[in-house]
């Protein structure tokens, strides 16, 4: 199972957000959208980091109310890991879980096609339990 099959499902909108923009409209952007993380990208969509609810409260705590006023780009992580639509699910949870981070861009010919979330591997992972689930009861039953 791959990366593509979690977008066929939830879909490839991304919530991107420009380096310029500031920490209380990434916030702000956040809980609209109810969402973890925004991509950060420039002019021609291209990912420059990710900011997620972490490097907002990080910061905050770190430096007080005062960094919302402040660029994103200057609490942005830079080097980001992004996954392919061929990849399989079970690399990138390995991924999540050795990085420590919950979001990952998917990039598919050269462009941003998606994000996938910890949540969303979750979700599939149990949605995959339960057909194997079924299937067996239906073969018990059937036996
Ligand atoms: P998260 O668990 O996604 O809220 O992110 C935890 C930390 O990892 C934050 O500092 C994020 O900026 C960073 N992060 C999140 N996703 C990625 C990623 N795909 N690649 C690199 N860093 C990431």
Same mark, same amino acid.
């Given at each position: 199972?791959? #990366? ?70 200057? !609490? ?23 990085? &420590? !981070? &919950? ?11 998606? #994000? ?28």
């Amino acid at each position: 199972m791959s #990366v593509a099959l979690i977008l066929a499902s939830k879909g490839h909108d991304v919530t991107t957000i420009q380096p310029h923009r500031t920490m209380q409209e990434a916030a702000a952007t956040l809980a609209e959208k109810g969402i973890g993380a925004v991509i950060v990208t420039g002019g021609d969509g291209e990912v420059l980091g990710i900011l997620s609810e972490r490097d907002i409260v990080r910061a905050v705590g770190r430096h007080g109310v005062a960094v919302l006023q402040e660029s994103v780009s200057k !609490f942005m992580t830079s080097k980001v890991v992004t996954a392919r639509m061929d990849e399989a699910i079970d690399t990138i949870m390995e991924q999540m879980t050795a990085g &420590r !981070f &919950r979001h990952l861009p998917v990039i598919h010919n050269g462009r941003l096609a998606g #994000v996938v979330s910890i949540g969303d591997v979750v979700k599939h992972r149990l949605d995959a339990i339960e057909s194997e689930h079924r299937a067996m009861r239906e073969y018990i039953a059937s036996a």
